[in-house]
Nanobody
Framework: QVQLVESGGGLVQPGGSLRLSCAAS????????MGWYRRAPGRQRELVAS???????NYADDVKGRFTISRDNSKRTVYLQMNSLGPADTAVYSC????????????????WGQGTQVSVSS
């Protein structure tokens, strides 16, 4: 079994910061790309940021310069540092990861976390 568990969400005032974490656990041989998505009320899920296994990040235009994605491969964890938050950032944030479970197969599967609520309001 593989699990991704997010933490770090909450309520923050406009202009504030939050740091999300997503830890993978279970039977894992290697982890490829990891990412953060969000779904705001009434909207489709959208990519916020992704990071390759080598640490190269990619960001949605509306978070560039405000959010930073990083990962600690030794902890199987991906982070999302969010600064200068605004009401438009209110959403459920979910992480995903491309995971290879066994060394004898090249098969990778994308796993998702349950999501964590981020609310930005005064």
């Amino acid at each position: 079994q593989v699990q991704l568990v997010e933490s770090g969400g909450g309520l923050v005032q406009p202009g504030g910061s939050l740091r999300l974490s997503c830890a993978a656990s279970g039977s894992i041989f290697s982890i490829g790309a990891m990412g953060w998505y969000r779904r705001a009320p009434g909207r489709q899920r959208e990519l916020v940021a992704s990071i390759s296994s080598s640490g190269s990040g990619n960001y949605a235009d509306d978070v560039k310069g405000r959010f930073t994605i990083s990962r600690d491969n030794s902890k199987r964890t991906v982070y999302l540092q969010m600064n200068s938050l605004g009401p438009a950032d209110t959403a459920v944030y979910s992480c995903n990861a491309d995971i290879r479970r066994f060394p004898w197969t090249g098969k990778t599967t994308t796993y998702w976390g349950q999501g964590t609520q981020v609310s930005v309001s005064s």
